[in-house]
């Protein structure tokens, strides 16, 4: 399994970005996966998770009510839609997936990871 992120790039603050993340190998497995991200000088952060299913999300509480997790298992394709986003969002982006339908917060639980996308938010 390989995951392959993509989308980041440089935005002003308030801007948008969407970010994406195709599963490629395994795909007819409904993975439970993640995105994380690691700020420049800062460990590895969850940000968000969607289900196997997609029926159930989380997110972390500096990005709740401007970051959207969705998926596309027709596409294999999870989504990250960021909105009004800040300069303390910069960081690289990861997408990970757990072989079960679950998710965590933590990112023991994750099998495959993908080889992060770089955002910039600038102010």
């Known amino acids: 399994v390989q995951l392959q992120a993509s989308g980041g790039g440089l935005a002003q603050a308030g801007g948008s970005l969407r970010l994406s993340c195709v599963v490629f190998?395994?795909?007819?497995?409904?993975?439970?996966m993640a995105w994380f991200r690691r700020a420049p000088g800062k460990e590895r952060d969850f940000v968000s998770a969607?289900?196997?299913?997609?029926?159930?999300?989380s997110y972390a509480d500096s990005v709740k009510g401007r970051f959207t997790i969705s998926r596309d298992n027709t596409k294999n394709t999870m989504y990250l839609q960021m909105n009004s986003l800040r300069p303390e969002d910069t960081a690289v982006y990861y997408c990970?997936?757990?072989?079960?339908?679950?998710?965590?917060?933590?990112?023991?639980?994750?099998?495959?990871w993908g080889q992060g996308t770089q955002v910039t938010v600038s102010s």
């Open positions: 990970a997936a757990n072989t079960g339908s679950a998710t965590s917060t933590s990112q023991r639980l994750y099998d495959y």
């Open positions: 969607i289900t196997g299913t997609g029926g159930s999300t």
């Open positions: 190998g395994r795909t007819g497995n409904r993975y439970g």
